[in-house]
């Protein structure tokens, strides 16, 4: 069993930056991706961004440019490092691991931009 545990959201202007993380821990297997959705209040979750155990990376058109997804696999946990955070950035950040055709989310994070 996987579980993922999220951190780093909270409350920042718009400009701004935050960088949340995501650790994981149970049984990790490779091949594998780890990535982030989020969920805005009212509409459907959608991605952000993922990235898989080689390192491909998959980013909505929304954030390219302005967010970077890394992780370390020797501590199987992935960060999502988001910069120019606009207030259409405020959502619950759900971390997101898919294995073996198996799907994985963590509790979310809440990340709120201000105007």
């Known amino acids: 069993q996987v579980q993922l545990v999220e951190s780093g959201g909270g409350l920042v202007q718009a400009g701004g930056s935050l960088r949340p993380s995501c650790a994981a821990s149970?049984?990790?297997?490779?091949?594998?991706?780890m990535g982030w959705y989020r969920q805005a209040l009212g509409k459907q979750r959608e991605l952000v961004a993922t990235?898989?155990?080689?390192?491909?990376?998959n980013y909505a058109e929304s954030v390219k440019g302005r967010f970077t997804i890394s992780r370390d696999n020797a501590k199987n946990t992935v960060y999502l490092e988001m910069n120019s955070l606009k207030p259409e950035d405020t959502a619950i950040y759900y971390c997101?691991?898919?294995?073996?055709?198996?799907?994985?989310w963590g509790q979310g994070t809440q990340v709120t931009v201000s105007s």
């Open positions: 990235m898989t155990s080689g390192s491909s990376t």
């Open positions: 997101y691991v898919r294995q073996m055709g198996q799907v994985y």
């Open positions: 149970g049984i990790i297997f490779s091949p594998n991706v």
